[in-house]
């Protein structure tokens, strides 16, 4: 590398030294584009489907043997409990061995061309054909399965791949970007770039990249979407401020448990993170009394303890913003049902805020932290009206027992995606997930993301003798 410069990565919890790792500057960043596009270039040294498999399955051989140093890893920088951490890298490995499995589903088809006279006499075919350089920029939350959901894609499809992991996490894609190495894939194909924001714009905004993929906040993900070359595709995920819609026949029993999980799972610090719980007022005391008992319940600490079930937020400047949130709330009117106060720098107590004002920053901005928030409501049509209210759109959900109240609220709610009795962070990585609205561009899922790296070329053939 050609600079001296290095970043140290501090453990979420208490900010002690993890590591520090080198900073790539513009000159090396210029190469890494030079080495993607020259081996993009060469046609001949494009890996047939085969090589592209074998790459994989060791690849998922070679996370399987490093699991458990992954888990703590990921414990250690993102701050996420080794419990869920755990089940994040099993994800991580199940999402490279899913991309090896949908190698053998890239294909074309016969177009059919007789449909008119103009069209007779020829045979035409589609191939799929990998779109070339793709940059990959990471968040800081899923720190391994989110680069495996940017970077396998590319791998699966050829695409030469450069990813820039968050600042705070990037360890987890440096060690998992050796594997890819170790497990066979030609210099080239890819690469890790820890890089400033200057360093990373520029990088973005280059011509010889084929297709940004972004996952962060939408006032990012937008304002970098302005800035990339004319030609560049993207998909960008952002987050959203996740509704549930609690009807007055809902299970108790299933939907409280799940709606705690969807809220505080990594401390709510994910986009599709439980925020609003819309309760039928028949129902709403003993609701809150349930998961009130709950949530007070939830063991909050140390991420590498394994009984640990909501650890940190990812800096202190985080606890900070989310403290003022919920005083502000509570100052204009929100009754404080649990919580309310930091536990350390790093930690604070998993909150329940009972109808906040519709236009504090809690009701209407994704808190990305361990809060949630219940409105009661007398009408299911003004709940889900209010739901809707908002520029974000990504997934919710719905707790009931009739079916008819099911698929009412379903069809009304504005989503990408409604879970009927499961909490709005639900995900299998073979499934379409995306935001629309400013919630995001393009479909991510190992399958769907593949889709969007390759493209159809026509070919055409006048059979006419």
Same mark, same amino acid.
């Given at each position: 590398?050609?600079?001296?410069?290095?970043?140290?990565?501090?453990?979420?919890?208490?900010?002690?030294?993890?590591?520090? *790792?080198?900073?790539?500057?513009?000159?090396?960043?210029?190469?890494?584009?030079?080495?993607?596009?020259?081996?993009?270039?060469? %046609?001949?040294?494009?890996?047939?489907? !085969?090589?592209?498999?074998?790459?994989?399955?060791?690849?998922?051989?070679? /996370?399987?043997?490093?699991?458990?140093?992954?888990?703590?890893?990921?414990?250690?920088?993102?701050?996420?409990?080794?419990?869920?951490?755990?089940?994040?890298?099993?994800?991580?490995?199940?999402?490279?061995?899913?991309?090896?499995? =949908?190698? @053998? #589903?890239?294909?074309?088809?016969?177009?059919? /061309?007789?449909? @008119?006279?103009?069209?007779?006499? #020829?045979?035409?075919?589609?191939?799929? =054909?990998?779109?070339?350089?793709?940059?990959?920029?990471?968040?800081?939350? !899923?720190?391994?399965?989110?680069?495996? !959901?940017?970077? &396998?894609?590319?791998?699966?499809?050829?695409?030469?791949?450069?990813?820039?992991?968050?600042?705070?996490?990037?360890?987890?894609? *440096? %060690?998992?970007?050796?594997?890819?190495?170790?497990?066979?894939?030609?210099?080239?194909?890819?690469?890790?770039?820890?890089?400033?924001?200057?360093?990373?714009?520029?990088?973005?905004?280059?011509?010889?990249?084929?297709?940004?993929?972004?996952?962060?906040?939408?006032?990012?993900?937008?304002?970098?979407?302005?800035?990339?070359?004319?030609?560049?595709?993207?998909?960008?995920?952002?987050?959203?401020?996740?509704? &549930?819609?609690?009807? $007055?026949?809902?299970?108790?029993?299933?939907?409280?448990?799940? +709606?705690?999980?969807?809220?505080?799972? !990594?401390?709510?610090?994910?986009?599709?993170?439980?925020?609003?719980?819309? +309760?039928?007022?028949?129902?709403?005391?003993?609701?809150?009394?349930?998961?009130?008992? $709950?949530?007070?319940?939830?063991?909050?600490?140390?991420?590498?303890?394994?009984?640990?079930?909501?650890?940190?937020?990812?800096?202190? $400047? =985080?606890?900070? %913003? +989310? =403290? #003022?949130?919920?005083?502000?709330?509570?100052?204009?009117?929100?009754?404080?049902?649990?919580?309310?106060? %930091?536990? @350390?720098?790093?930690?604070?107590?998993?909150?329940?805020?009972?109808?906040?004002?519709?236009?504090?920053?809690?009701?209407?901005?994704?808190?990305?932290?361990?809060? +949630?928030? &219940?409105?009661?409501?007398?009408?299911?049509?003004?709940?889900?009206?209010?739901?809707?209210?908002?520029?974000?759109?990504?997934?919710?959900?719905?707790?009931?027992?009739?079916?008819?109240?099911?698929?009412?609220?379903?069809?009304?709610? $504005?989503?990408?995606?409604?879970?009927?009795?499961?909490?709005?962070?639900? #995900?299998?990585?073979?499934?379409?997930?995306?935001?629309?609205?400013? @919630?995001?561009?393009?479909?991510?899922?190992?399958?769907?993301?593949?889709?969007?790296? /390759?493209?159809?070329?026509?070919?055409?053939?006048?059979?006419?003798?």
């Amino acid at each position: 590398m050609s600079t001296n410069k290095t970043l140290q990565v501090l453990q979420a919890y208490d900010g002690a030294l993890i590591e520090e *790792v080198a900073l790539q500057n513009w000159q090396d960043t210029n190469e890494m584009l030079n080495k993607a596009q020259a081996v993009f270039a060469n %046609r001949d040294e494009w890996l047939p489907a !085969h090589r592209r498999m074998e790459v994989l399955r060791k690849l998922a051989e070679l /996370m399987r043997e490093k699991a458990d140093e992954f888990s703590l890893l990921i414990a250690r920088e993102g701050g996420k409990p080794l419990a869920d951490a755990k089940i994040e890298v099993a994800r991580a490995i199940n999402g490279v061995e899913l991309a090896r499995e =949908e190698i @053998s #589903r890239l294909k074309g088809e016969q177009i059919p /061309m007789d449909l @008119s006279g103009a069209g007779a006499g #020829r045979l035409a075919f589609t191939t799929k =054909e990998p779109i070339g350089v793709v940059l990959a920029v990471s968040a800081f939350n !899923h720190p391994l399965n989110l680069i495996v !959901h940017q970077v &396998v894609p590319a791998i699966a499809c050829g695409c030469p791949v450069i990813v820039k992991p968050a600042a705070n996490t990037p360890l987890s894609c *440096v %060690r998992f970007v050796e594997l890819v190495n170790r497990a066979g894939l030609p210099d080239g194909w890819c690469q890790h770039c820890v890089c400033d924001r200057d360093t990373a714009t520029k990088l973005i905004s280059d011509s010889r990249v084929a297709f940004l993929t972004f996952i962060g906040s939408a006032k990012v993900g937008w304002e970098l979407r302005r800035k990339i070359s004319p030609g560049t595709r993207c998909a960008l995920e952002h987050g959203g401020v996740a509704p &549930v819609i609690v009807a $007055k026949d809902a299970d108790f029993e299933k939907a409280i448990p799940l +709606v705690v999980k969807g809220a505080f799972y !990594h401390a709510g610090q994910v986009c599709v993170s439980v925020q609003r719980v819309f +309760v039928d007022n028949t129902i709403l005391k003993p609701f809150v009394d349930l998961l009130k008992d $709950k949530v007070d319940k939830l063991s909050v600490g140390d991420p590498t303890n394994i009984e640990t079930e909501v650890g940190p937020l990812i800096t202190p $400047k =985080e606890v900070d %913003r +989310v =403290e #003022r949130w919920v005083t502000d709330a509570v100052t204009a009117g929100a009754t404080l049902v649990s919580g309310g106060q %930091r536990i @350390s720098d790093s930690c604070y107590q998993p909150s329940i805020l009972l109808d906040p004002p519709v236009d504090a920053n809690v009701s209407t901005l994704e808190i990305f932290g361990p809060v +949630v928030c &219940v409105y009661g409501y007398d009408d299911i049509a003004q709940a889900i009206k209010q739901a809707n209210s908002l520029p974000v759109s990504f997934q919710a959900a719905v707790f009931t027992q009739d079916i008819d109240q099911a698929l009412y609220s379903a069809q009304l709610l $504005k989503a990408a995606a409604v879970m009927v009795n499961d909490h709005t962070a639900f #995900r299998v990585d073979w499934m379409p997930f995306a935001g629309y609205a400013t @919630s995001g561009l393009g479909v991510g899922g190992i399958p769907y993301t593949m889709d969007e790296l /390759m493209q159809d070329k026509l070919l055409v053939i006048n059979t006419a003798k």
